[in-house]
């Protein structure tokens, strides 16, 4: 017990650069034991609720919600607590200030559209109404795990597979997996953004015509270096349209420092990555149109 005990502690201080203000945004874990999206996250020793049984009741609780759902009903609303809203209100106080000065017009002009209460957790349902009406996505909850191709193919169809949970609230800023401010912060608003929803959907459709492994790497490469960290100059100044970038102040701060390339879809399917922490290289696109236009023609050619 002791040694395990240690082995915590170990891996925690090793992580206590990331308890600062970061969020994984893998959007899916690669496991090919996990086959569907039903699967239920176990969580590891060194996760912040690991010691929370009433928080790992509500995950599961939340969990069971994803696996009852029904493709295309309402989705039910989830129990949050509290704490959580709680949660929610610190990282939209950090979030409003940083948004206004790193994420691009497109990403501000949706997120204007979704109108967000500053004060509460917005559910799954209330979001996918408005953008079902802007985009034709809609929100779909899971359990926690996909596989990269569930994910992706889900995406031709105009569904986004989300989390609904949120993390602990000991640590607000800091998620070891995607939740739902990733999730709605992040994609729920891109979705809402037509041009944005579209480049999901020909990610979903170029997915879907390709079975090679290889393929699938290369376009969950270029997914990751665009959807979930992308940059484009605006007005001669670097800002975000990547929703990992944008569901964390600290990400959109930490983007200043980071080796900025040019967007180069074929540099970036050679382009290793590592979601634990924050990203050192970005790729940046010329304008919001060229970036558009860039993966268009990759994805639609393809
Ligand atoms: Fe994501």
Wanted: proline share 6%; aromatic share 8%.
């Amino acid at each position: 017990m002791l040694d395990i005990a240690n082995d915590i502690m170990t891996r925690r201080e090793s992580n206590q650069s990331l308890l600062s203000d970061h969020v994984d945004t893998r959007p899916v874990i690669a496991d090919e034991e996990i086959a569907d999206r039903n699967t239920i996250v176990q969580l590891d020793p060194d996760h912040p609720g690991f010691r929370d049984r009433e928080y790992r009741a509500r995950r599961n609780q939340i969990a069971q919600l994803a696996v009852n759902y029904i493709p295309g009903d309402e989705i039910p609303d989830a129990p949050y607590t509290g704490e959580e809203h709680e949660v929610w209100r610190t990282i939209w106080a950090a979030l409003q200030p940083a948004h206004q000065r790193y994420a691009c017009a497109e990403y501000l002009g949706a997120l204007q559209r979704l109108s967000f209460a500053p004060d509460r957790i917005p559910q799954l349902r209330e979001v996918n109404e408005k953008v079902q009406a802007i985009s034709g996505f809609r929100l779909e909850p899971v359990a926690g795990l996909v596989q990269p191709r569930v994910f992706l193919e889900n995406l031709a169809n105009g569904v986004f597979l989300c989390t609904q949970y949120i993390r602990h609230h000991s640590t607000p800023l800091y998620t070891p997996e995607p939740d739902v401010v990733h999730e709605i912060v992040g994609h729920g608003v891109t979705l809402a953004s037509e041009k944005l929803a579209e480049i999901n959907r020909m990610f979903g459709r170029a997915v879907k015509q390709r079975t090679q492994p290889e393929a699938l790497e290369q376009l969950s490469r270029i997914y990751w270096f665009t959807i979930e960290f992308g940059v484009l100059r605006e007005n001669g100044e670097v800002k975000a349209y990547g929703t990992g970038l944008l569901s964390s102040a600290g990400e959109l701060k930490e983007m200043r420092e980071a080796d900025l390339r040019p967007l180069d879809l074929d540099a970036i399917s050679h382009q290793e990555y590592d979601p634990t922490h924050y990203q050192p290289v970005l790729f940046c696109a010329k304008s919001f149109e060229g970036m558009y236009q860039t993966l268009r023609d990759f994805l639609v050619r393809k």
